[in-house]
């Protein structure tokens, strides 16, 4: 037998600090793996909703950015607002898997995230900013187009409305009709992204593409787990 064959029988002993099992190698203490854990889930991390995991990944900041880069992620940390997520890493001419997959978004979604994050900048600075379903259907009227009756219309925006809350989760449920917009809105859909969606708009309504497929995307891990929660970590 050779010593290789011995090192593969032989189980490495737990001798670090960080070790939780027999063999485990990991160097992170349990908190900061949990919060390792919690951004690569997605789709992103609150320090209102996830407070263990938040002061983890604030703590051991360094590590955690350097895990996430050996899986070809970069963190985006907002410390001010509390909110953290994954994006994947901007690589350049360097050859990277993609290790989340982006969330494409119809013209109708895309429409539907720019009308909170608008009542988000608009509101925010009174405290929460809670709107009624309603209300932002109300705002998204003027996009059905004339072949689009308004059964059809309805139930596209339903659909937009559950992606906003069971899959992107930037809003999060009081009731059945009434919503609080996440601040972690304004940190996915910044002012350049404003302006590429703006241009896809007028693309749109000068008939060059089907306002039907895709419009634009977001670059953020998204759970496999598609039921309904607001509880997002």
Do not use: C
Not at 26 to 54: F, T
């Amino acid at each position: 037998m050779t010593d290789d064959d011995a090192t593969r029988e032989e189980p490495l002993a737990a001798t670090a600090e960080t070790a939780l099992w027999t063999g485990d190698s990991g160097e992170l203490a349990i908190d900061a793996r949990r919060a390792l854990l919690k951004l690569i889930q997605g789709p992103y991390l609150s320090s209102a909703r996830a407070s263990g995991p938040w002061s983890a990944l604030l703590a051991d900041e360094g590590r955690i950015r350097s895990r996430l880069h050996d899986l070809f992620l970069d963190l985006v940390l907002d410390r001010d607002a509390g909110f953290a997520f994954v994006r994947n890493a901007a690589t350049g001419e360097q050859e990277a898997p993609v290790a989340v997959r982006s969330e494409q978004l119809t013209f109708i979604d895309t429409a539907m995230l720019l009308v909170l994050r608008q009542l988000l900048l608009s509101g925010e600075q009174d405290g929460r900013v809670i709107v009624g379903r309603d209300d932002v259907f109300e705002q998204l009227a003027p996009f059905r187009t004339a072949d689009r009756d308004e059964t059809d219309f309805a139930k596209r925006l339903n659909a937009a409305w559950l992606k906003m809350r069971n899959k992107l989760r930037v809003v999060h449920a009081l009731s059945e009709d009434r919503v609080e917009i996440s601040p972690v809105l304004r940190m996915l859909v910044d002012a350049e992204q404003v302006r590429i969606i703006a241009a896809e708009y007028e693309r749109i309504r000068t008939g060059e593409r089907d306002e039907s497929g895709p419009v634009t995307k977001l670059d953020i891990a998204i759970p496999d787990d598609q039921e309904a929660t607001d509880d997002v970590a």
